[in-house]
């Protein structure tokens, strides 16, 4: 047994520790929030600073009060890790009993009240709840299944949108819808379009050249208004304008050497059985044909384009065909009130005559005596007027002249293919005209002959046109 000094304590005991920490905590407390700031270094208030001292108004009691029951807490603690503590309740002496008393056992029940959870919900509010995540899920599968489907199908409109564009992209992979568009297979329209590139502009930004071309393409061959086509490519109606008065006189320069006089020699060697037997001579085939125009308002024009043919107005041209079946001469367009004879005479058609050449042509056409001046001879039907019954010699020799001139209807009939030749033509595109029909000549030129395979010496190696 060891014997204790009168300055000496158990440390050991819990009660006497507990004791210390609670008066260390009031004295403590006291110099805290009850004194004053003193300047004085040897006063327990000694508060060195630099700043002015502002003396508290009151003390401050929560400060106090957070204090004392994180001190209760952690003599909780200390009693659960195995301390025992007595029932009785510790109060510090007099000098403290301003301050709050601190009892252990009443506040370690307010503690537990502090921090005991707060209750559940109840069972009917649990199912409320319960049934509205439900119904909001199934809303949600709901609206993400429809998302998908509506990104799906618009998606699909897109496409078929892109599709439904009049481009040559689109249509390319479409041979049948290519030649029924254009009357071209790629490989022509490719062709084509490889020798105007270097002279033509684009007239639109938003269609590329290919897409001009194939505009103008469709033009002449469905017969389309302007209306029509800015429709079909999405554009104004004023752009279809500029791009139809741009490559319209562009292509009919680049295409106009298709439509070549031919030499005798080059005539002989293409020329069919079928002249080689009785018109061996034959350099041309010609004939006239007639566009119909828009009536002018002006009534000297009126006058000039009207035809007593086909009672209407129109424009008429000379058509020269070769006896291989390729157009050969094409005029400028003349009113339809123009003979025939004049067409000829003043087209410059005589200029390509060579002695001894034989020229085919309808009983219309009187220029014989013309003819001859330039050493050709005409060849037309013979006349029955006058006449009760041809001679037998004149009636053979006008079958075989109408069995091979059949050959200028055929290739005037595939020439007029192009729609936009069998249209009215508004007055505002009169100018345009003589172009137009220049590069349907030439695009016909790139067909193969409309004379028999079995008739012909040697074909013409040309795309099919429909």
């Not at 060195?48 to 009151?58: D, E, G, I, L, R």
């Not at 001046?373 to 002249?401: D, M, N, W």
Request: charge should be positive; charged fraction near 25%; aromatic fraction near 8%.
């Amino acid at each position: 047994m060891s014997v204790l000094g009168p300055n000496q304590h158990n440390t050991r005991d819990p009660k006497i520790l507990l004791w210390t920490q609670i008066m260390a905590f009031i004295i403590v407390s006291l110099f805290i929030f009850l004194g004053e700031a003193s300047m004085d270094a040897e006063s327990p208030d000694f508060v060195p600073s630099v700043f002015t001292y502002k003396q508290q108004a009151s003390v401050p009691v929560q400060k106090i009060e957070r204090l004392a029951r994180k001190r209760r807490r952690e003599a909780l603690k200390m009693e659960q890790n195995g301390h025992s503590y007595s029932n009785e309740v510790l109060v510090p002496d007099e000098e403290s009993a301003d301050m709050d008393h601190v009892p252990l056992l009443h506040d370690r029940e307010e503690e537990e009240a502090e921090t005991e959870p707060e209750p559940m919900v109840t069972q009917k509010t649990y199912n409320a709840l319960s049934q509205k995540y439900e119904q909001l899920n199934n809303d949600y599968f709901k609206l993400r299944t429809d998302f998908y489907t509506l990104r799906e199908e618009n998606q699909k409109l897109k496409e078929e949108l892109h599709q439904s564009h009049f481009t040559f992209a689109t249509v390319k992979s479409k041979a049948t819808y290519l030649l029924f568009l254009t009357g071209l297979t790629s490989t022509i329209f490719s062709w084509i379009m490889t020798k105007l590139k270097p002279s033509v502009l684009q007239q639109v930004p938003c269609l590329k050249l290919e897409d001009h071309l194939l505009l103008v393409l469709m033009k002449l061959r469905l017969g389309l208004s302007n209306r029509d086509l800015a429709y079909r490519f999405n554009i104004f109606e004023s752009q279809v304008s500029r791009i139809v008065r741009f490559w319209f006189p562009v292509m009919a320069a680049v295409l106009k050497p298709l439509i070549k006089w031919p030499s005798k020699g080059a005539a002989l060697k293409s020329m069919p059985i079928a002249f080689r037997r009785n018109f061996r001579r034959c350099r041309c085939i010609i004939d006239c044909t007639e566009i119909f125009l828009e009536r002018p308002s002006d009534l000297t024009a009126r006058a000039q384009t009207w035809s007593n043919y086909k009672h209407n107005n129109t424009i008429k041209y000379l058509v020269g065909i070769t006896p291989a079946g390729a157009v050969s001469f094409l005029s400028t367009g003349w009113g339809g009130r123009v003979s025939d004879k004049q067409i000829t005479l003043e087209s410059g058609f005589l200029s390509h005559l060579e002695p001894g050449d034989d020229i085919l042509a309808d009983r219309g056409f009187l220029i014989r005596d013309e003819l001859a001046a330039y050493g050709a001879t005409l060849r037309i039907p013979s006349f029955t007027k006058g006449k009760s019954q041809l001679p037998a010699r004149e009636v053979h020799s006008s079958r075989k002249l109408s069995h091979v001139r059949i050959h200028v209807e055929r290739v005037i009939s595939k020439w007029k293919s192009f729609k936009v030749l069998h249209s009215v033509i508004p007055i505002s595109q009169v100018d345009l005209l003589d172009d137009m029909v220049t590069v349907c000549g030439a695009l016909t030129n790139l067909c193969k002959s409309v004379v028999p395979k079995r008739e012909s010496v040697s074909s013409m190696k040309d795309c099919v046109m429909v």
